[in-house]
């Protein structure tokens, strides 16, 4: 794998923006599944519009991408971001998150879009 260099400045925006706890886990969460808003919202207990205000910082800056499934927008890792090998090696060190989704499965209110 080919090591990249982050600038201090770019590296200290992004780590200052994975400081946030729930920023953080929606994008461990987002690195293996696609998801909903108002599966963030379920997962965080959180108000929709705090959820996108998360979503849109991550997405300003090219982490997070969306796309539109009939009714709904699902938001995932962007992988062929230039910053993504820098956030990968932060959020490989974190638990996973599955079980999150999990209980939103057994609970009925995870989204499954064809």
């Known amino acids: 794998m080919l090591k990249t260099t982050v600038e201090i400045e ?11 706890k729930t920023r953080l886990t929606t994008i461990k969460i987002l690195d ?14 959180a ?11 991550l997405r300003d800056i090219g982490l997070i ?3 539109r ?8 890792v962007n992988k062929t971001n230039e910053f993504y ?6 959020i490989e060190q974190l638990p996973s998150q599955d079980h999150k989704l999990k209980e939103l499965e057994e609970k009925g209110t995870r989204i499954i879009c064809c």
């Open 10 to 20: 770019k590296a200290a925006s992004i780590l200052k923006l994975l400081g946030d």
């Open 32 to 45: 293996k599944h696609d998801c909903c808003v108002c599966e963030l919202v379920e997962i965080f207990n």
């Open 47 to 57: 108000s929709q519009p705090a959820i996108s205000q998360h979503l849109r910082k």
């Open 65 to 67: 991408r969306e796309e």
């Open 69 to 76: 499934k009939g009714q709904w927008i699902f938001y995932s």
């Open 85 to 90: 090998p820098f956030v990968q090696q932060i």
